[in-house]
């Protein structure tokens, strides 16, 4: 399985982005799916995960600002990030592994995409 992240961005605080994981090799339908953000310093921050069957877990962080979805057709996972803060800058990167246990453990996802940079300042 091969996922490609893409979407970020320089945006100002407030604003909105949405990154999106396109996966091939495997449908995203049938695996559990996170996105994890990492901050210059800092150690490799979980944000979100859909599991094959739809079910969707935030973090604290995330919750109420943040949207993960699945389009099965296009194969893709979203990320929509609303009201953005300087906080929220950082790489962000997919991840992907079959059956649905990894939740926000990074070391239990199988599969990963390249990051993709988001900056949020004025």
């Known amino acids: 399985v091969q996922l490609q992240a893409f979407g970020g961005g320089l945006v100002q605080p407030g604003e909105s982005l949405r990154l999106s994981c396109a996966a091939c090799?495997?449908?995203?339908?049938?695996?559990?799916t996170a996105w994890f953000r990492r901050s210059p310093g800092k150690e490799r921050e979980y944000v979100a995960n859909?599991?094959?069957?739809?079910?969707?877990f935030y973090s604290d962080s995330a919750k109420g600002r943040f949207t993960i979805s699945r389009d099965n057709g296009e194969n893709t996972v979203y990320l929509q990030m609303n009201s953005l803060t300087p906080e929220d800058t950082a790489v962000y990167s997919c991840?992907?592994?079959?059956?649905?246990?990894?939740?926000?453990?990074?070391?239990?996802?199988?599969?990963w995409g390249q990051g993709t940079q988001v900056t949020v300042s004025s």
């Open positions: 090799g495997d449908s995203l339908s049938v695996m559990n």
């Open positions: 859909i599991g094959w069957s739809g079910k969707t």
């Open positions: 991840a992907a592994q079959y059956g649905g246990s990894a939740g926000q453990n990074d070391r239990l996802y199988d599969y």
